[in-house]
């Protein structure tokens, strides 16, 4: 079982709509939780960090579930420039090592 | 946040050679890594640069193929040693946030073509 395990996509959604993928993790000491963006040819950068109380920052939500050990991401009212793989990311208990998802792949059609 | 400058941006280059890839952080950072990222995959940890002390490798990456260094708390190089068309990839150097010790960032990326 891969540590860190996401829906490889590709979502293909309509401008307007609202998207929600997850992300499962396997250890369970698991410290601190992110997701990135990276755009086609692009190096990835952070989204937003994601706290056990749920954060949002505008369009965005994250959430985490230590019980079931997933984190998720919906983004509402979809724009055609949130096209891009969005990469679950996973610091483990050391703080040393941090663990990227395969990524899913987000296609907005206008 | 910090600021990475990576280079070279891409190159192309021949069986055998190696090439090094330069990352330049803009503030000091405790931990620099380096990424590989084949094509339609996520990215792969080669390796931990430690500031004045050798590199730590994770499995599958060895000091030979890849050497690293990292004379100060804000510049690390890779080389690519003796490459094969295996080796043609994207190569990212990440630097973590000394103020958060969390937050990694990201150099541009370096997108290696081996003949």
């Known amino acids: 079982r891969k540590e860190v395990e996401q829906d490889p996509g590709p979502f293909n959604v309509p401008e307007g709509a609202t998207v929600a993928f997850n992300c499962t993790y396997s250890n369970s000491a698991s410290q601190s939780f992110f997701w990135y963006r990276q755009d086609c040819r692009k190096e990835p950068k952070l989204l937003m960090s994601?706290?056990?109380s749920g954060n949002e920052d505008g369009r965005f939500t994250a959430q985490l579930n230590r019980a079931s050990q997933y984190i998720s991401l919906l983004i509402r009212d979809s724009k055609l420039s949130d096209s891009a793989t969005y990469l679950c990311v996973v610091r483990d208990s050391s703080a040393s090592k941090i663990i990227f998802g395969s990524g899913t792949r987000l296609s907005i059609r206008p | 946040s910090a600021v990475i400058s990576q280079k070279p941006s891409r190159d192309i280059c021949q069986r055998g050679t190696s090439l090094t890839i330069q990352c330049q952080v803009d503030?000091?950072?405790?931990?620099m890594f380096w990424y590989r990222q084949q094509p339609g995959q996520s990215l792969t940890l080669i390796a931990t640069?430690?500031?004045?002390?050798?590199?730590?490798?994770e499995s599958g990456f060895v000091i030979d193929k890849f050497p690293i260094s990292r004379p100060n708390l804000t510049f690390s190089t890779l080389t690519v040693s003796n490459m094969s068309p295996e080796d043609s990839s994207i190569y990212l150097c990440?630097?973590?946030?000394?103020?958060?010790?969390?937050?990694?960032?990201f150099g541009s990326g370096t997108q290696l073509s081996v003949l």
């Open positions: 994601v706290y056990s």
């Open positions: 640069a430690n500031q004045g002390s050798e590199a730590t490798y």
């Open positions: 990440s630097a973590r946030d000394r103020a958060t010790n969390e937050k990694l960032f």
């Open positions: 503030s000091q950072v405790t931990m």
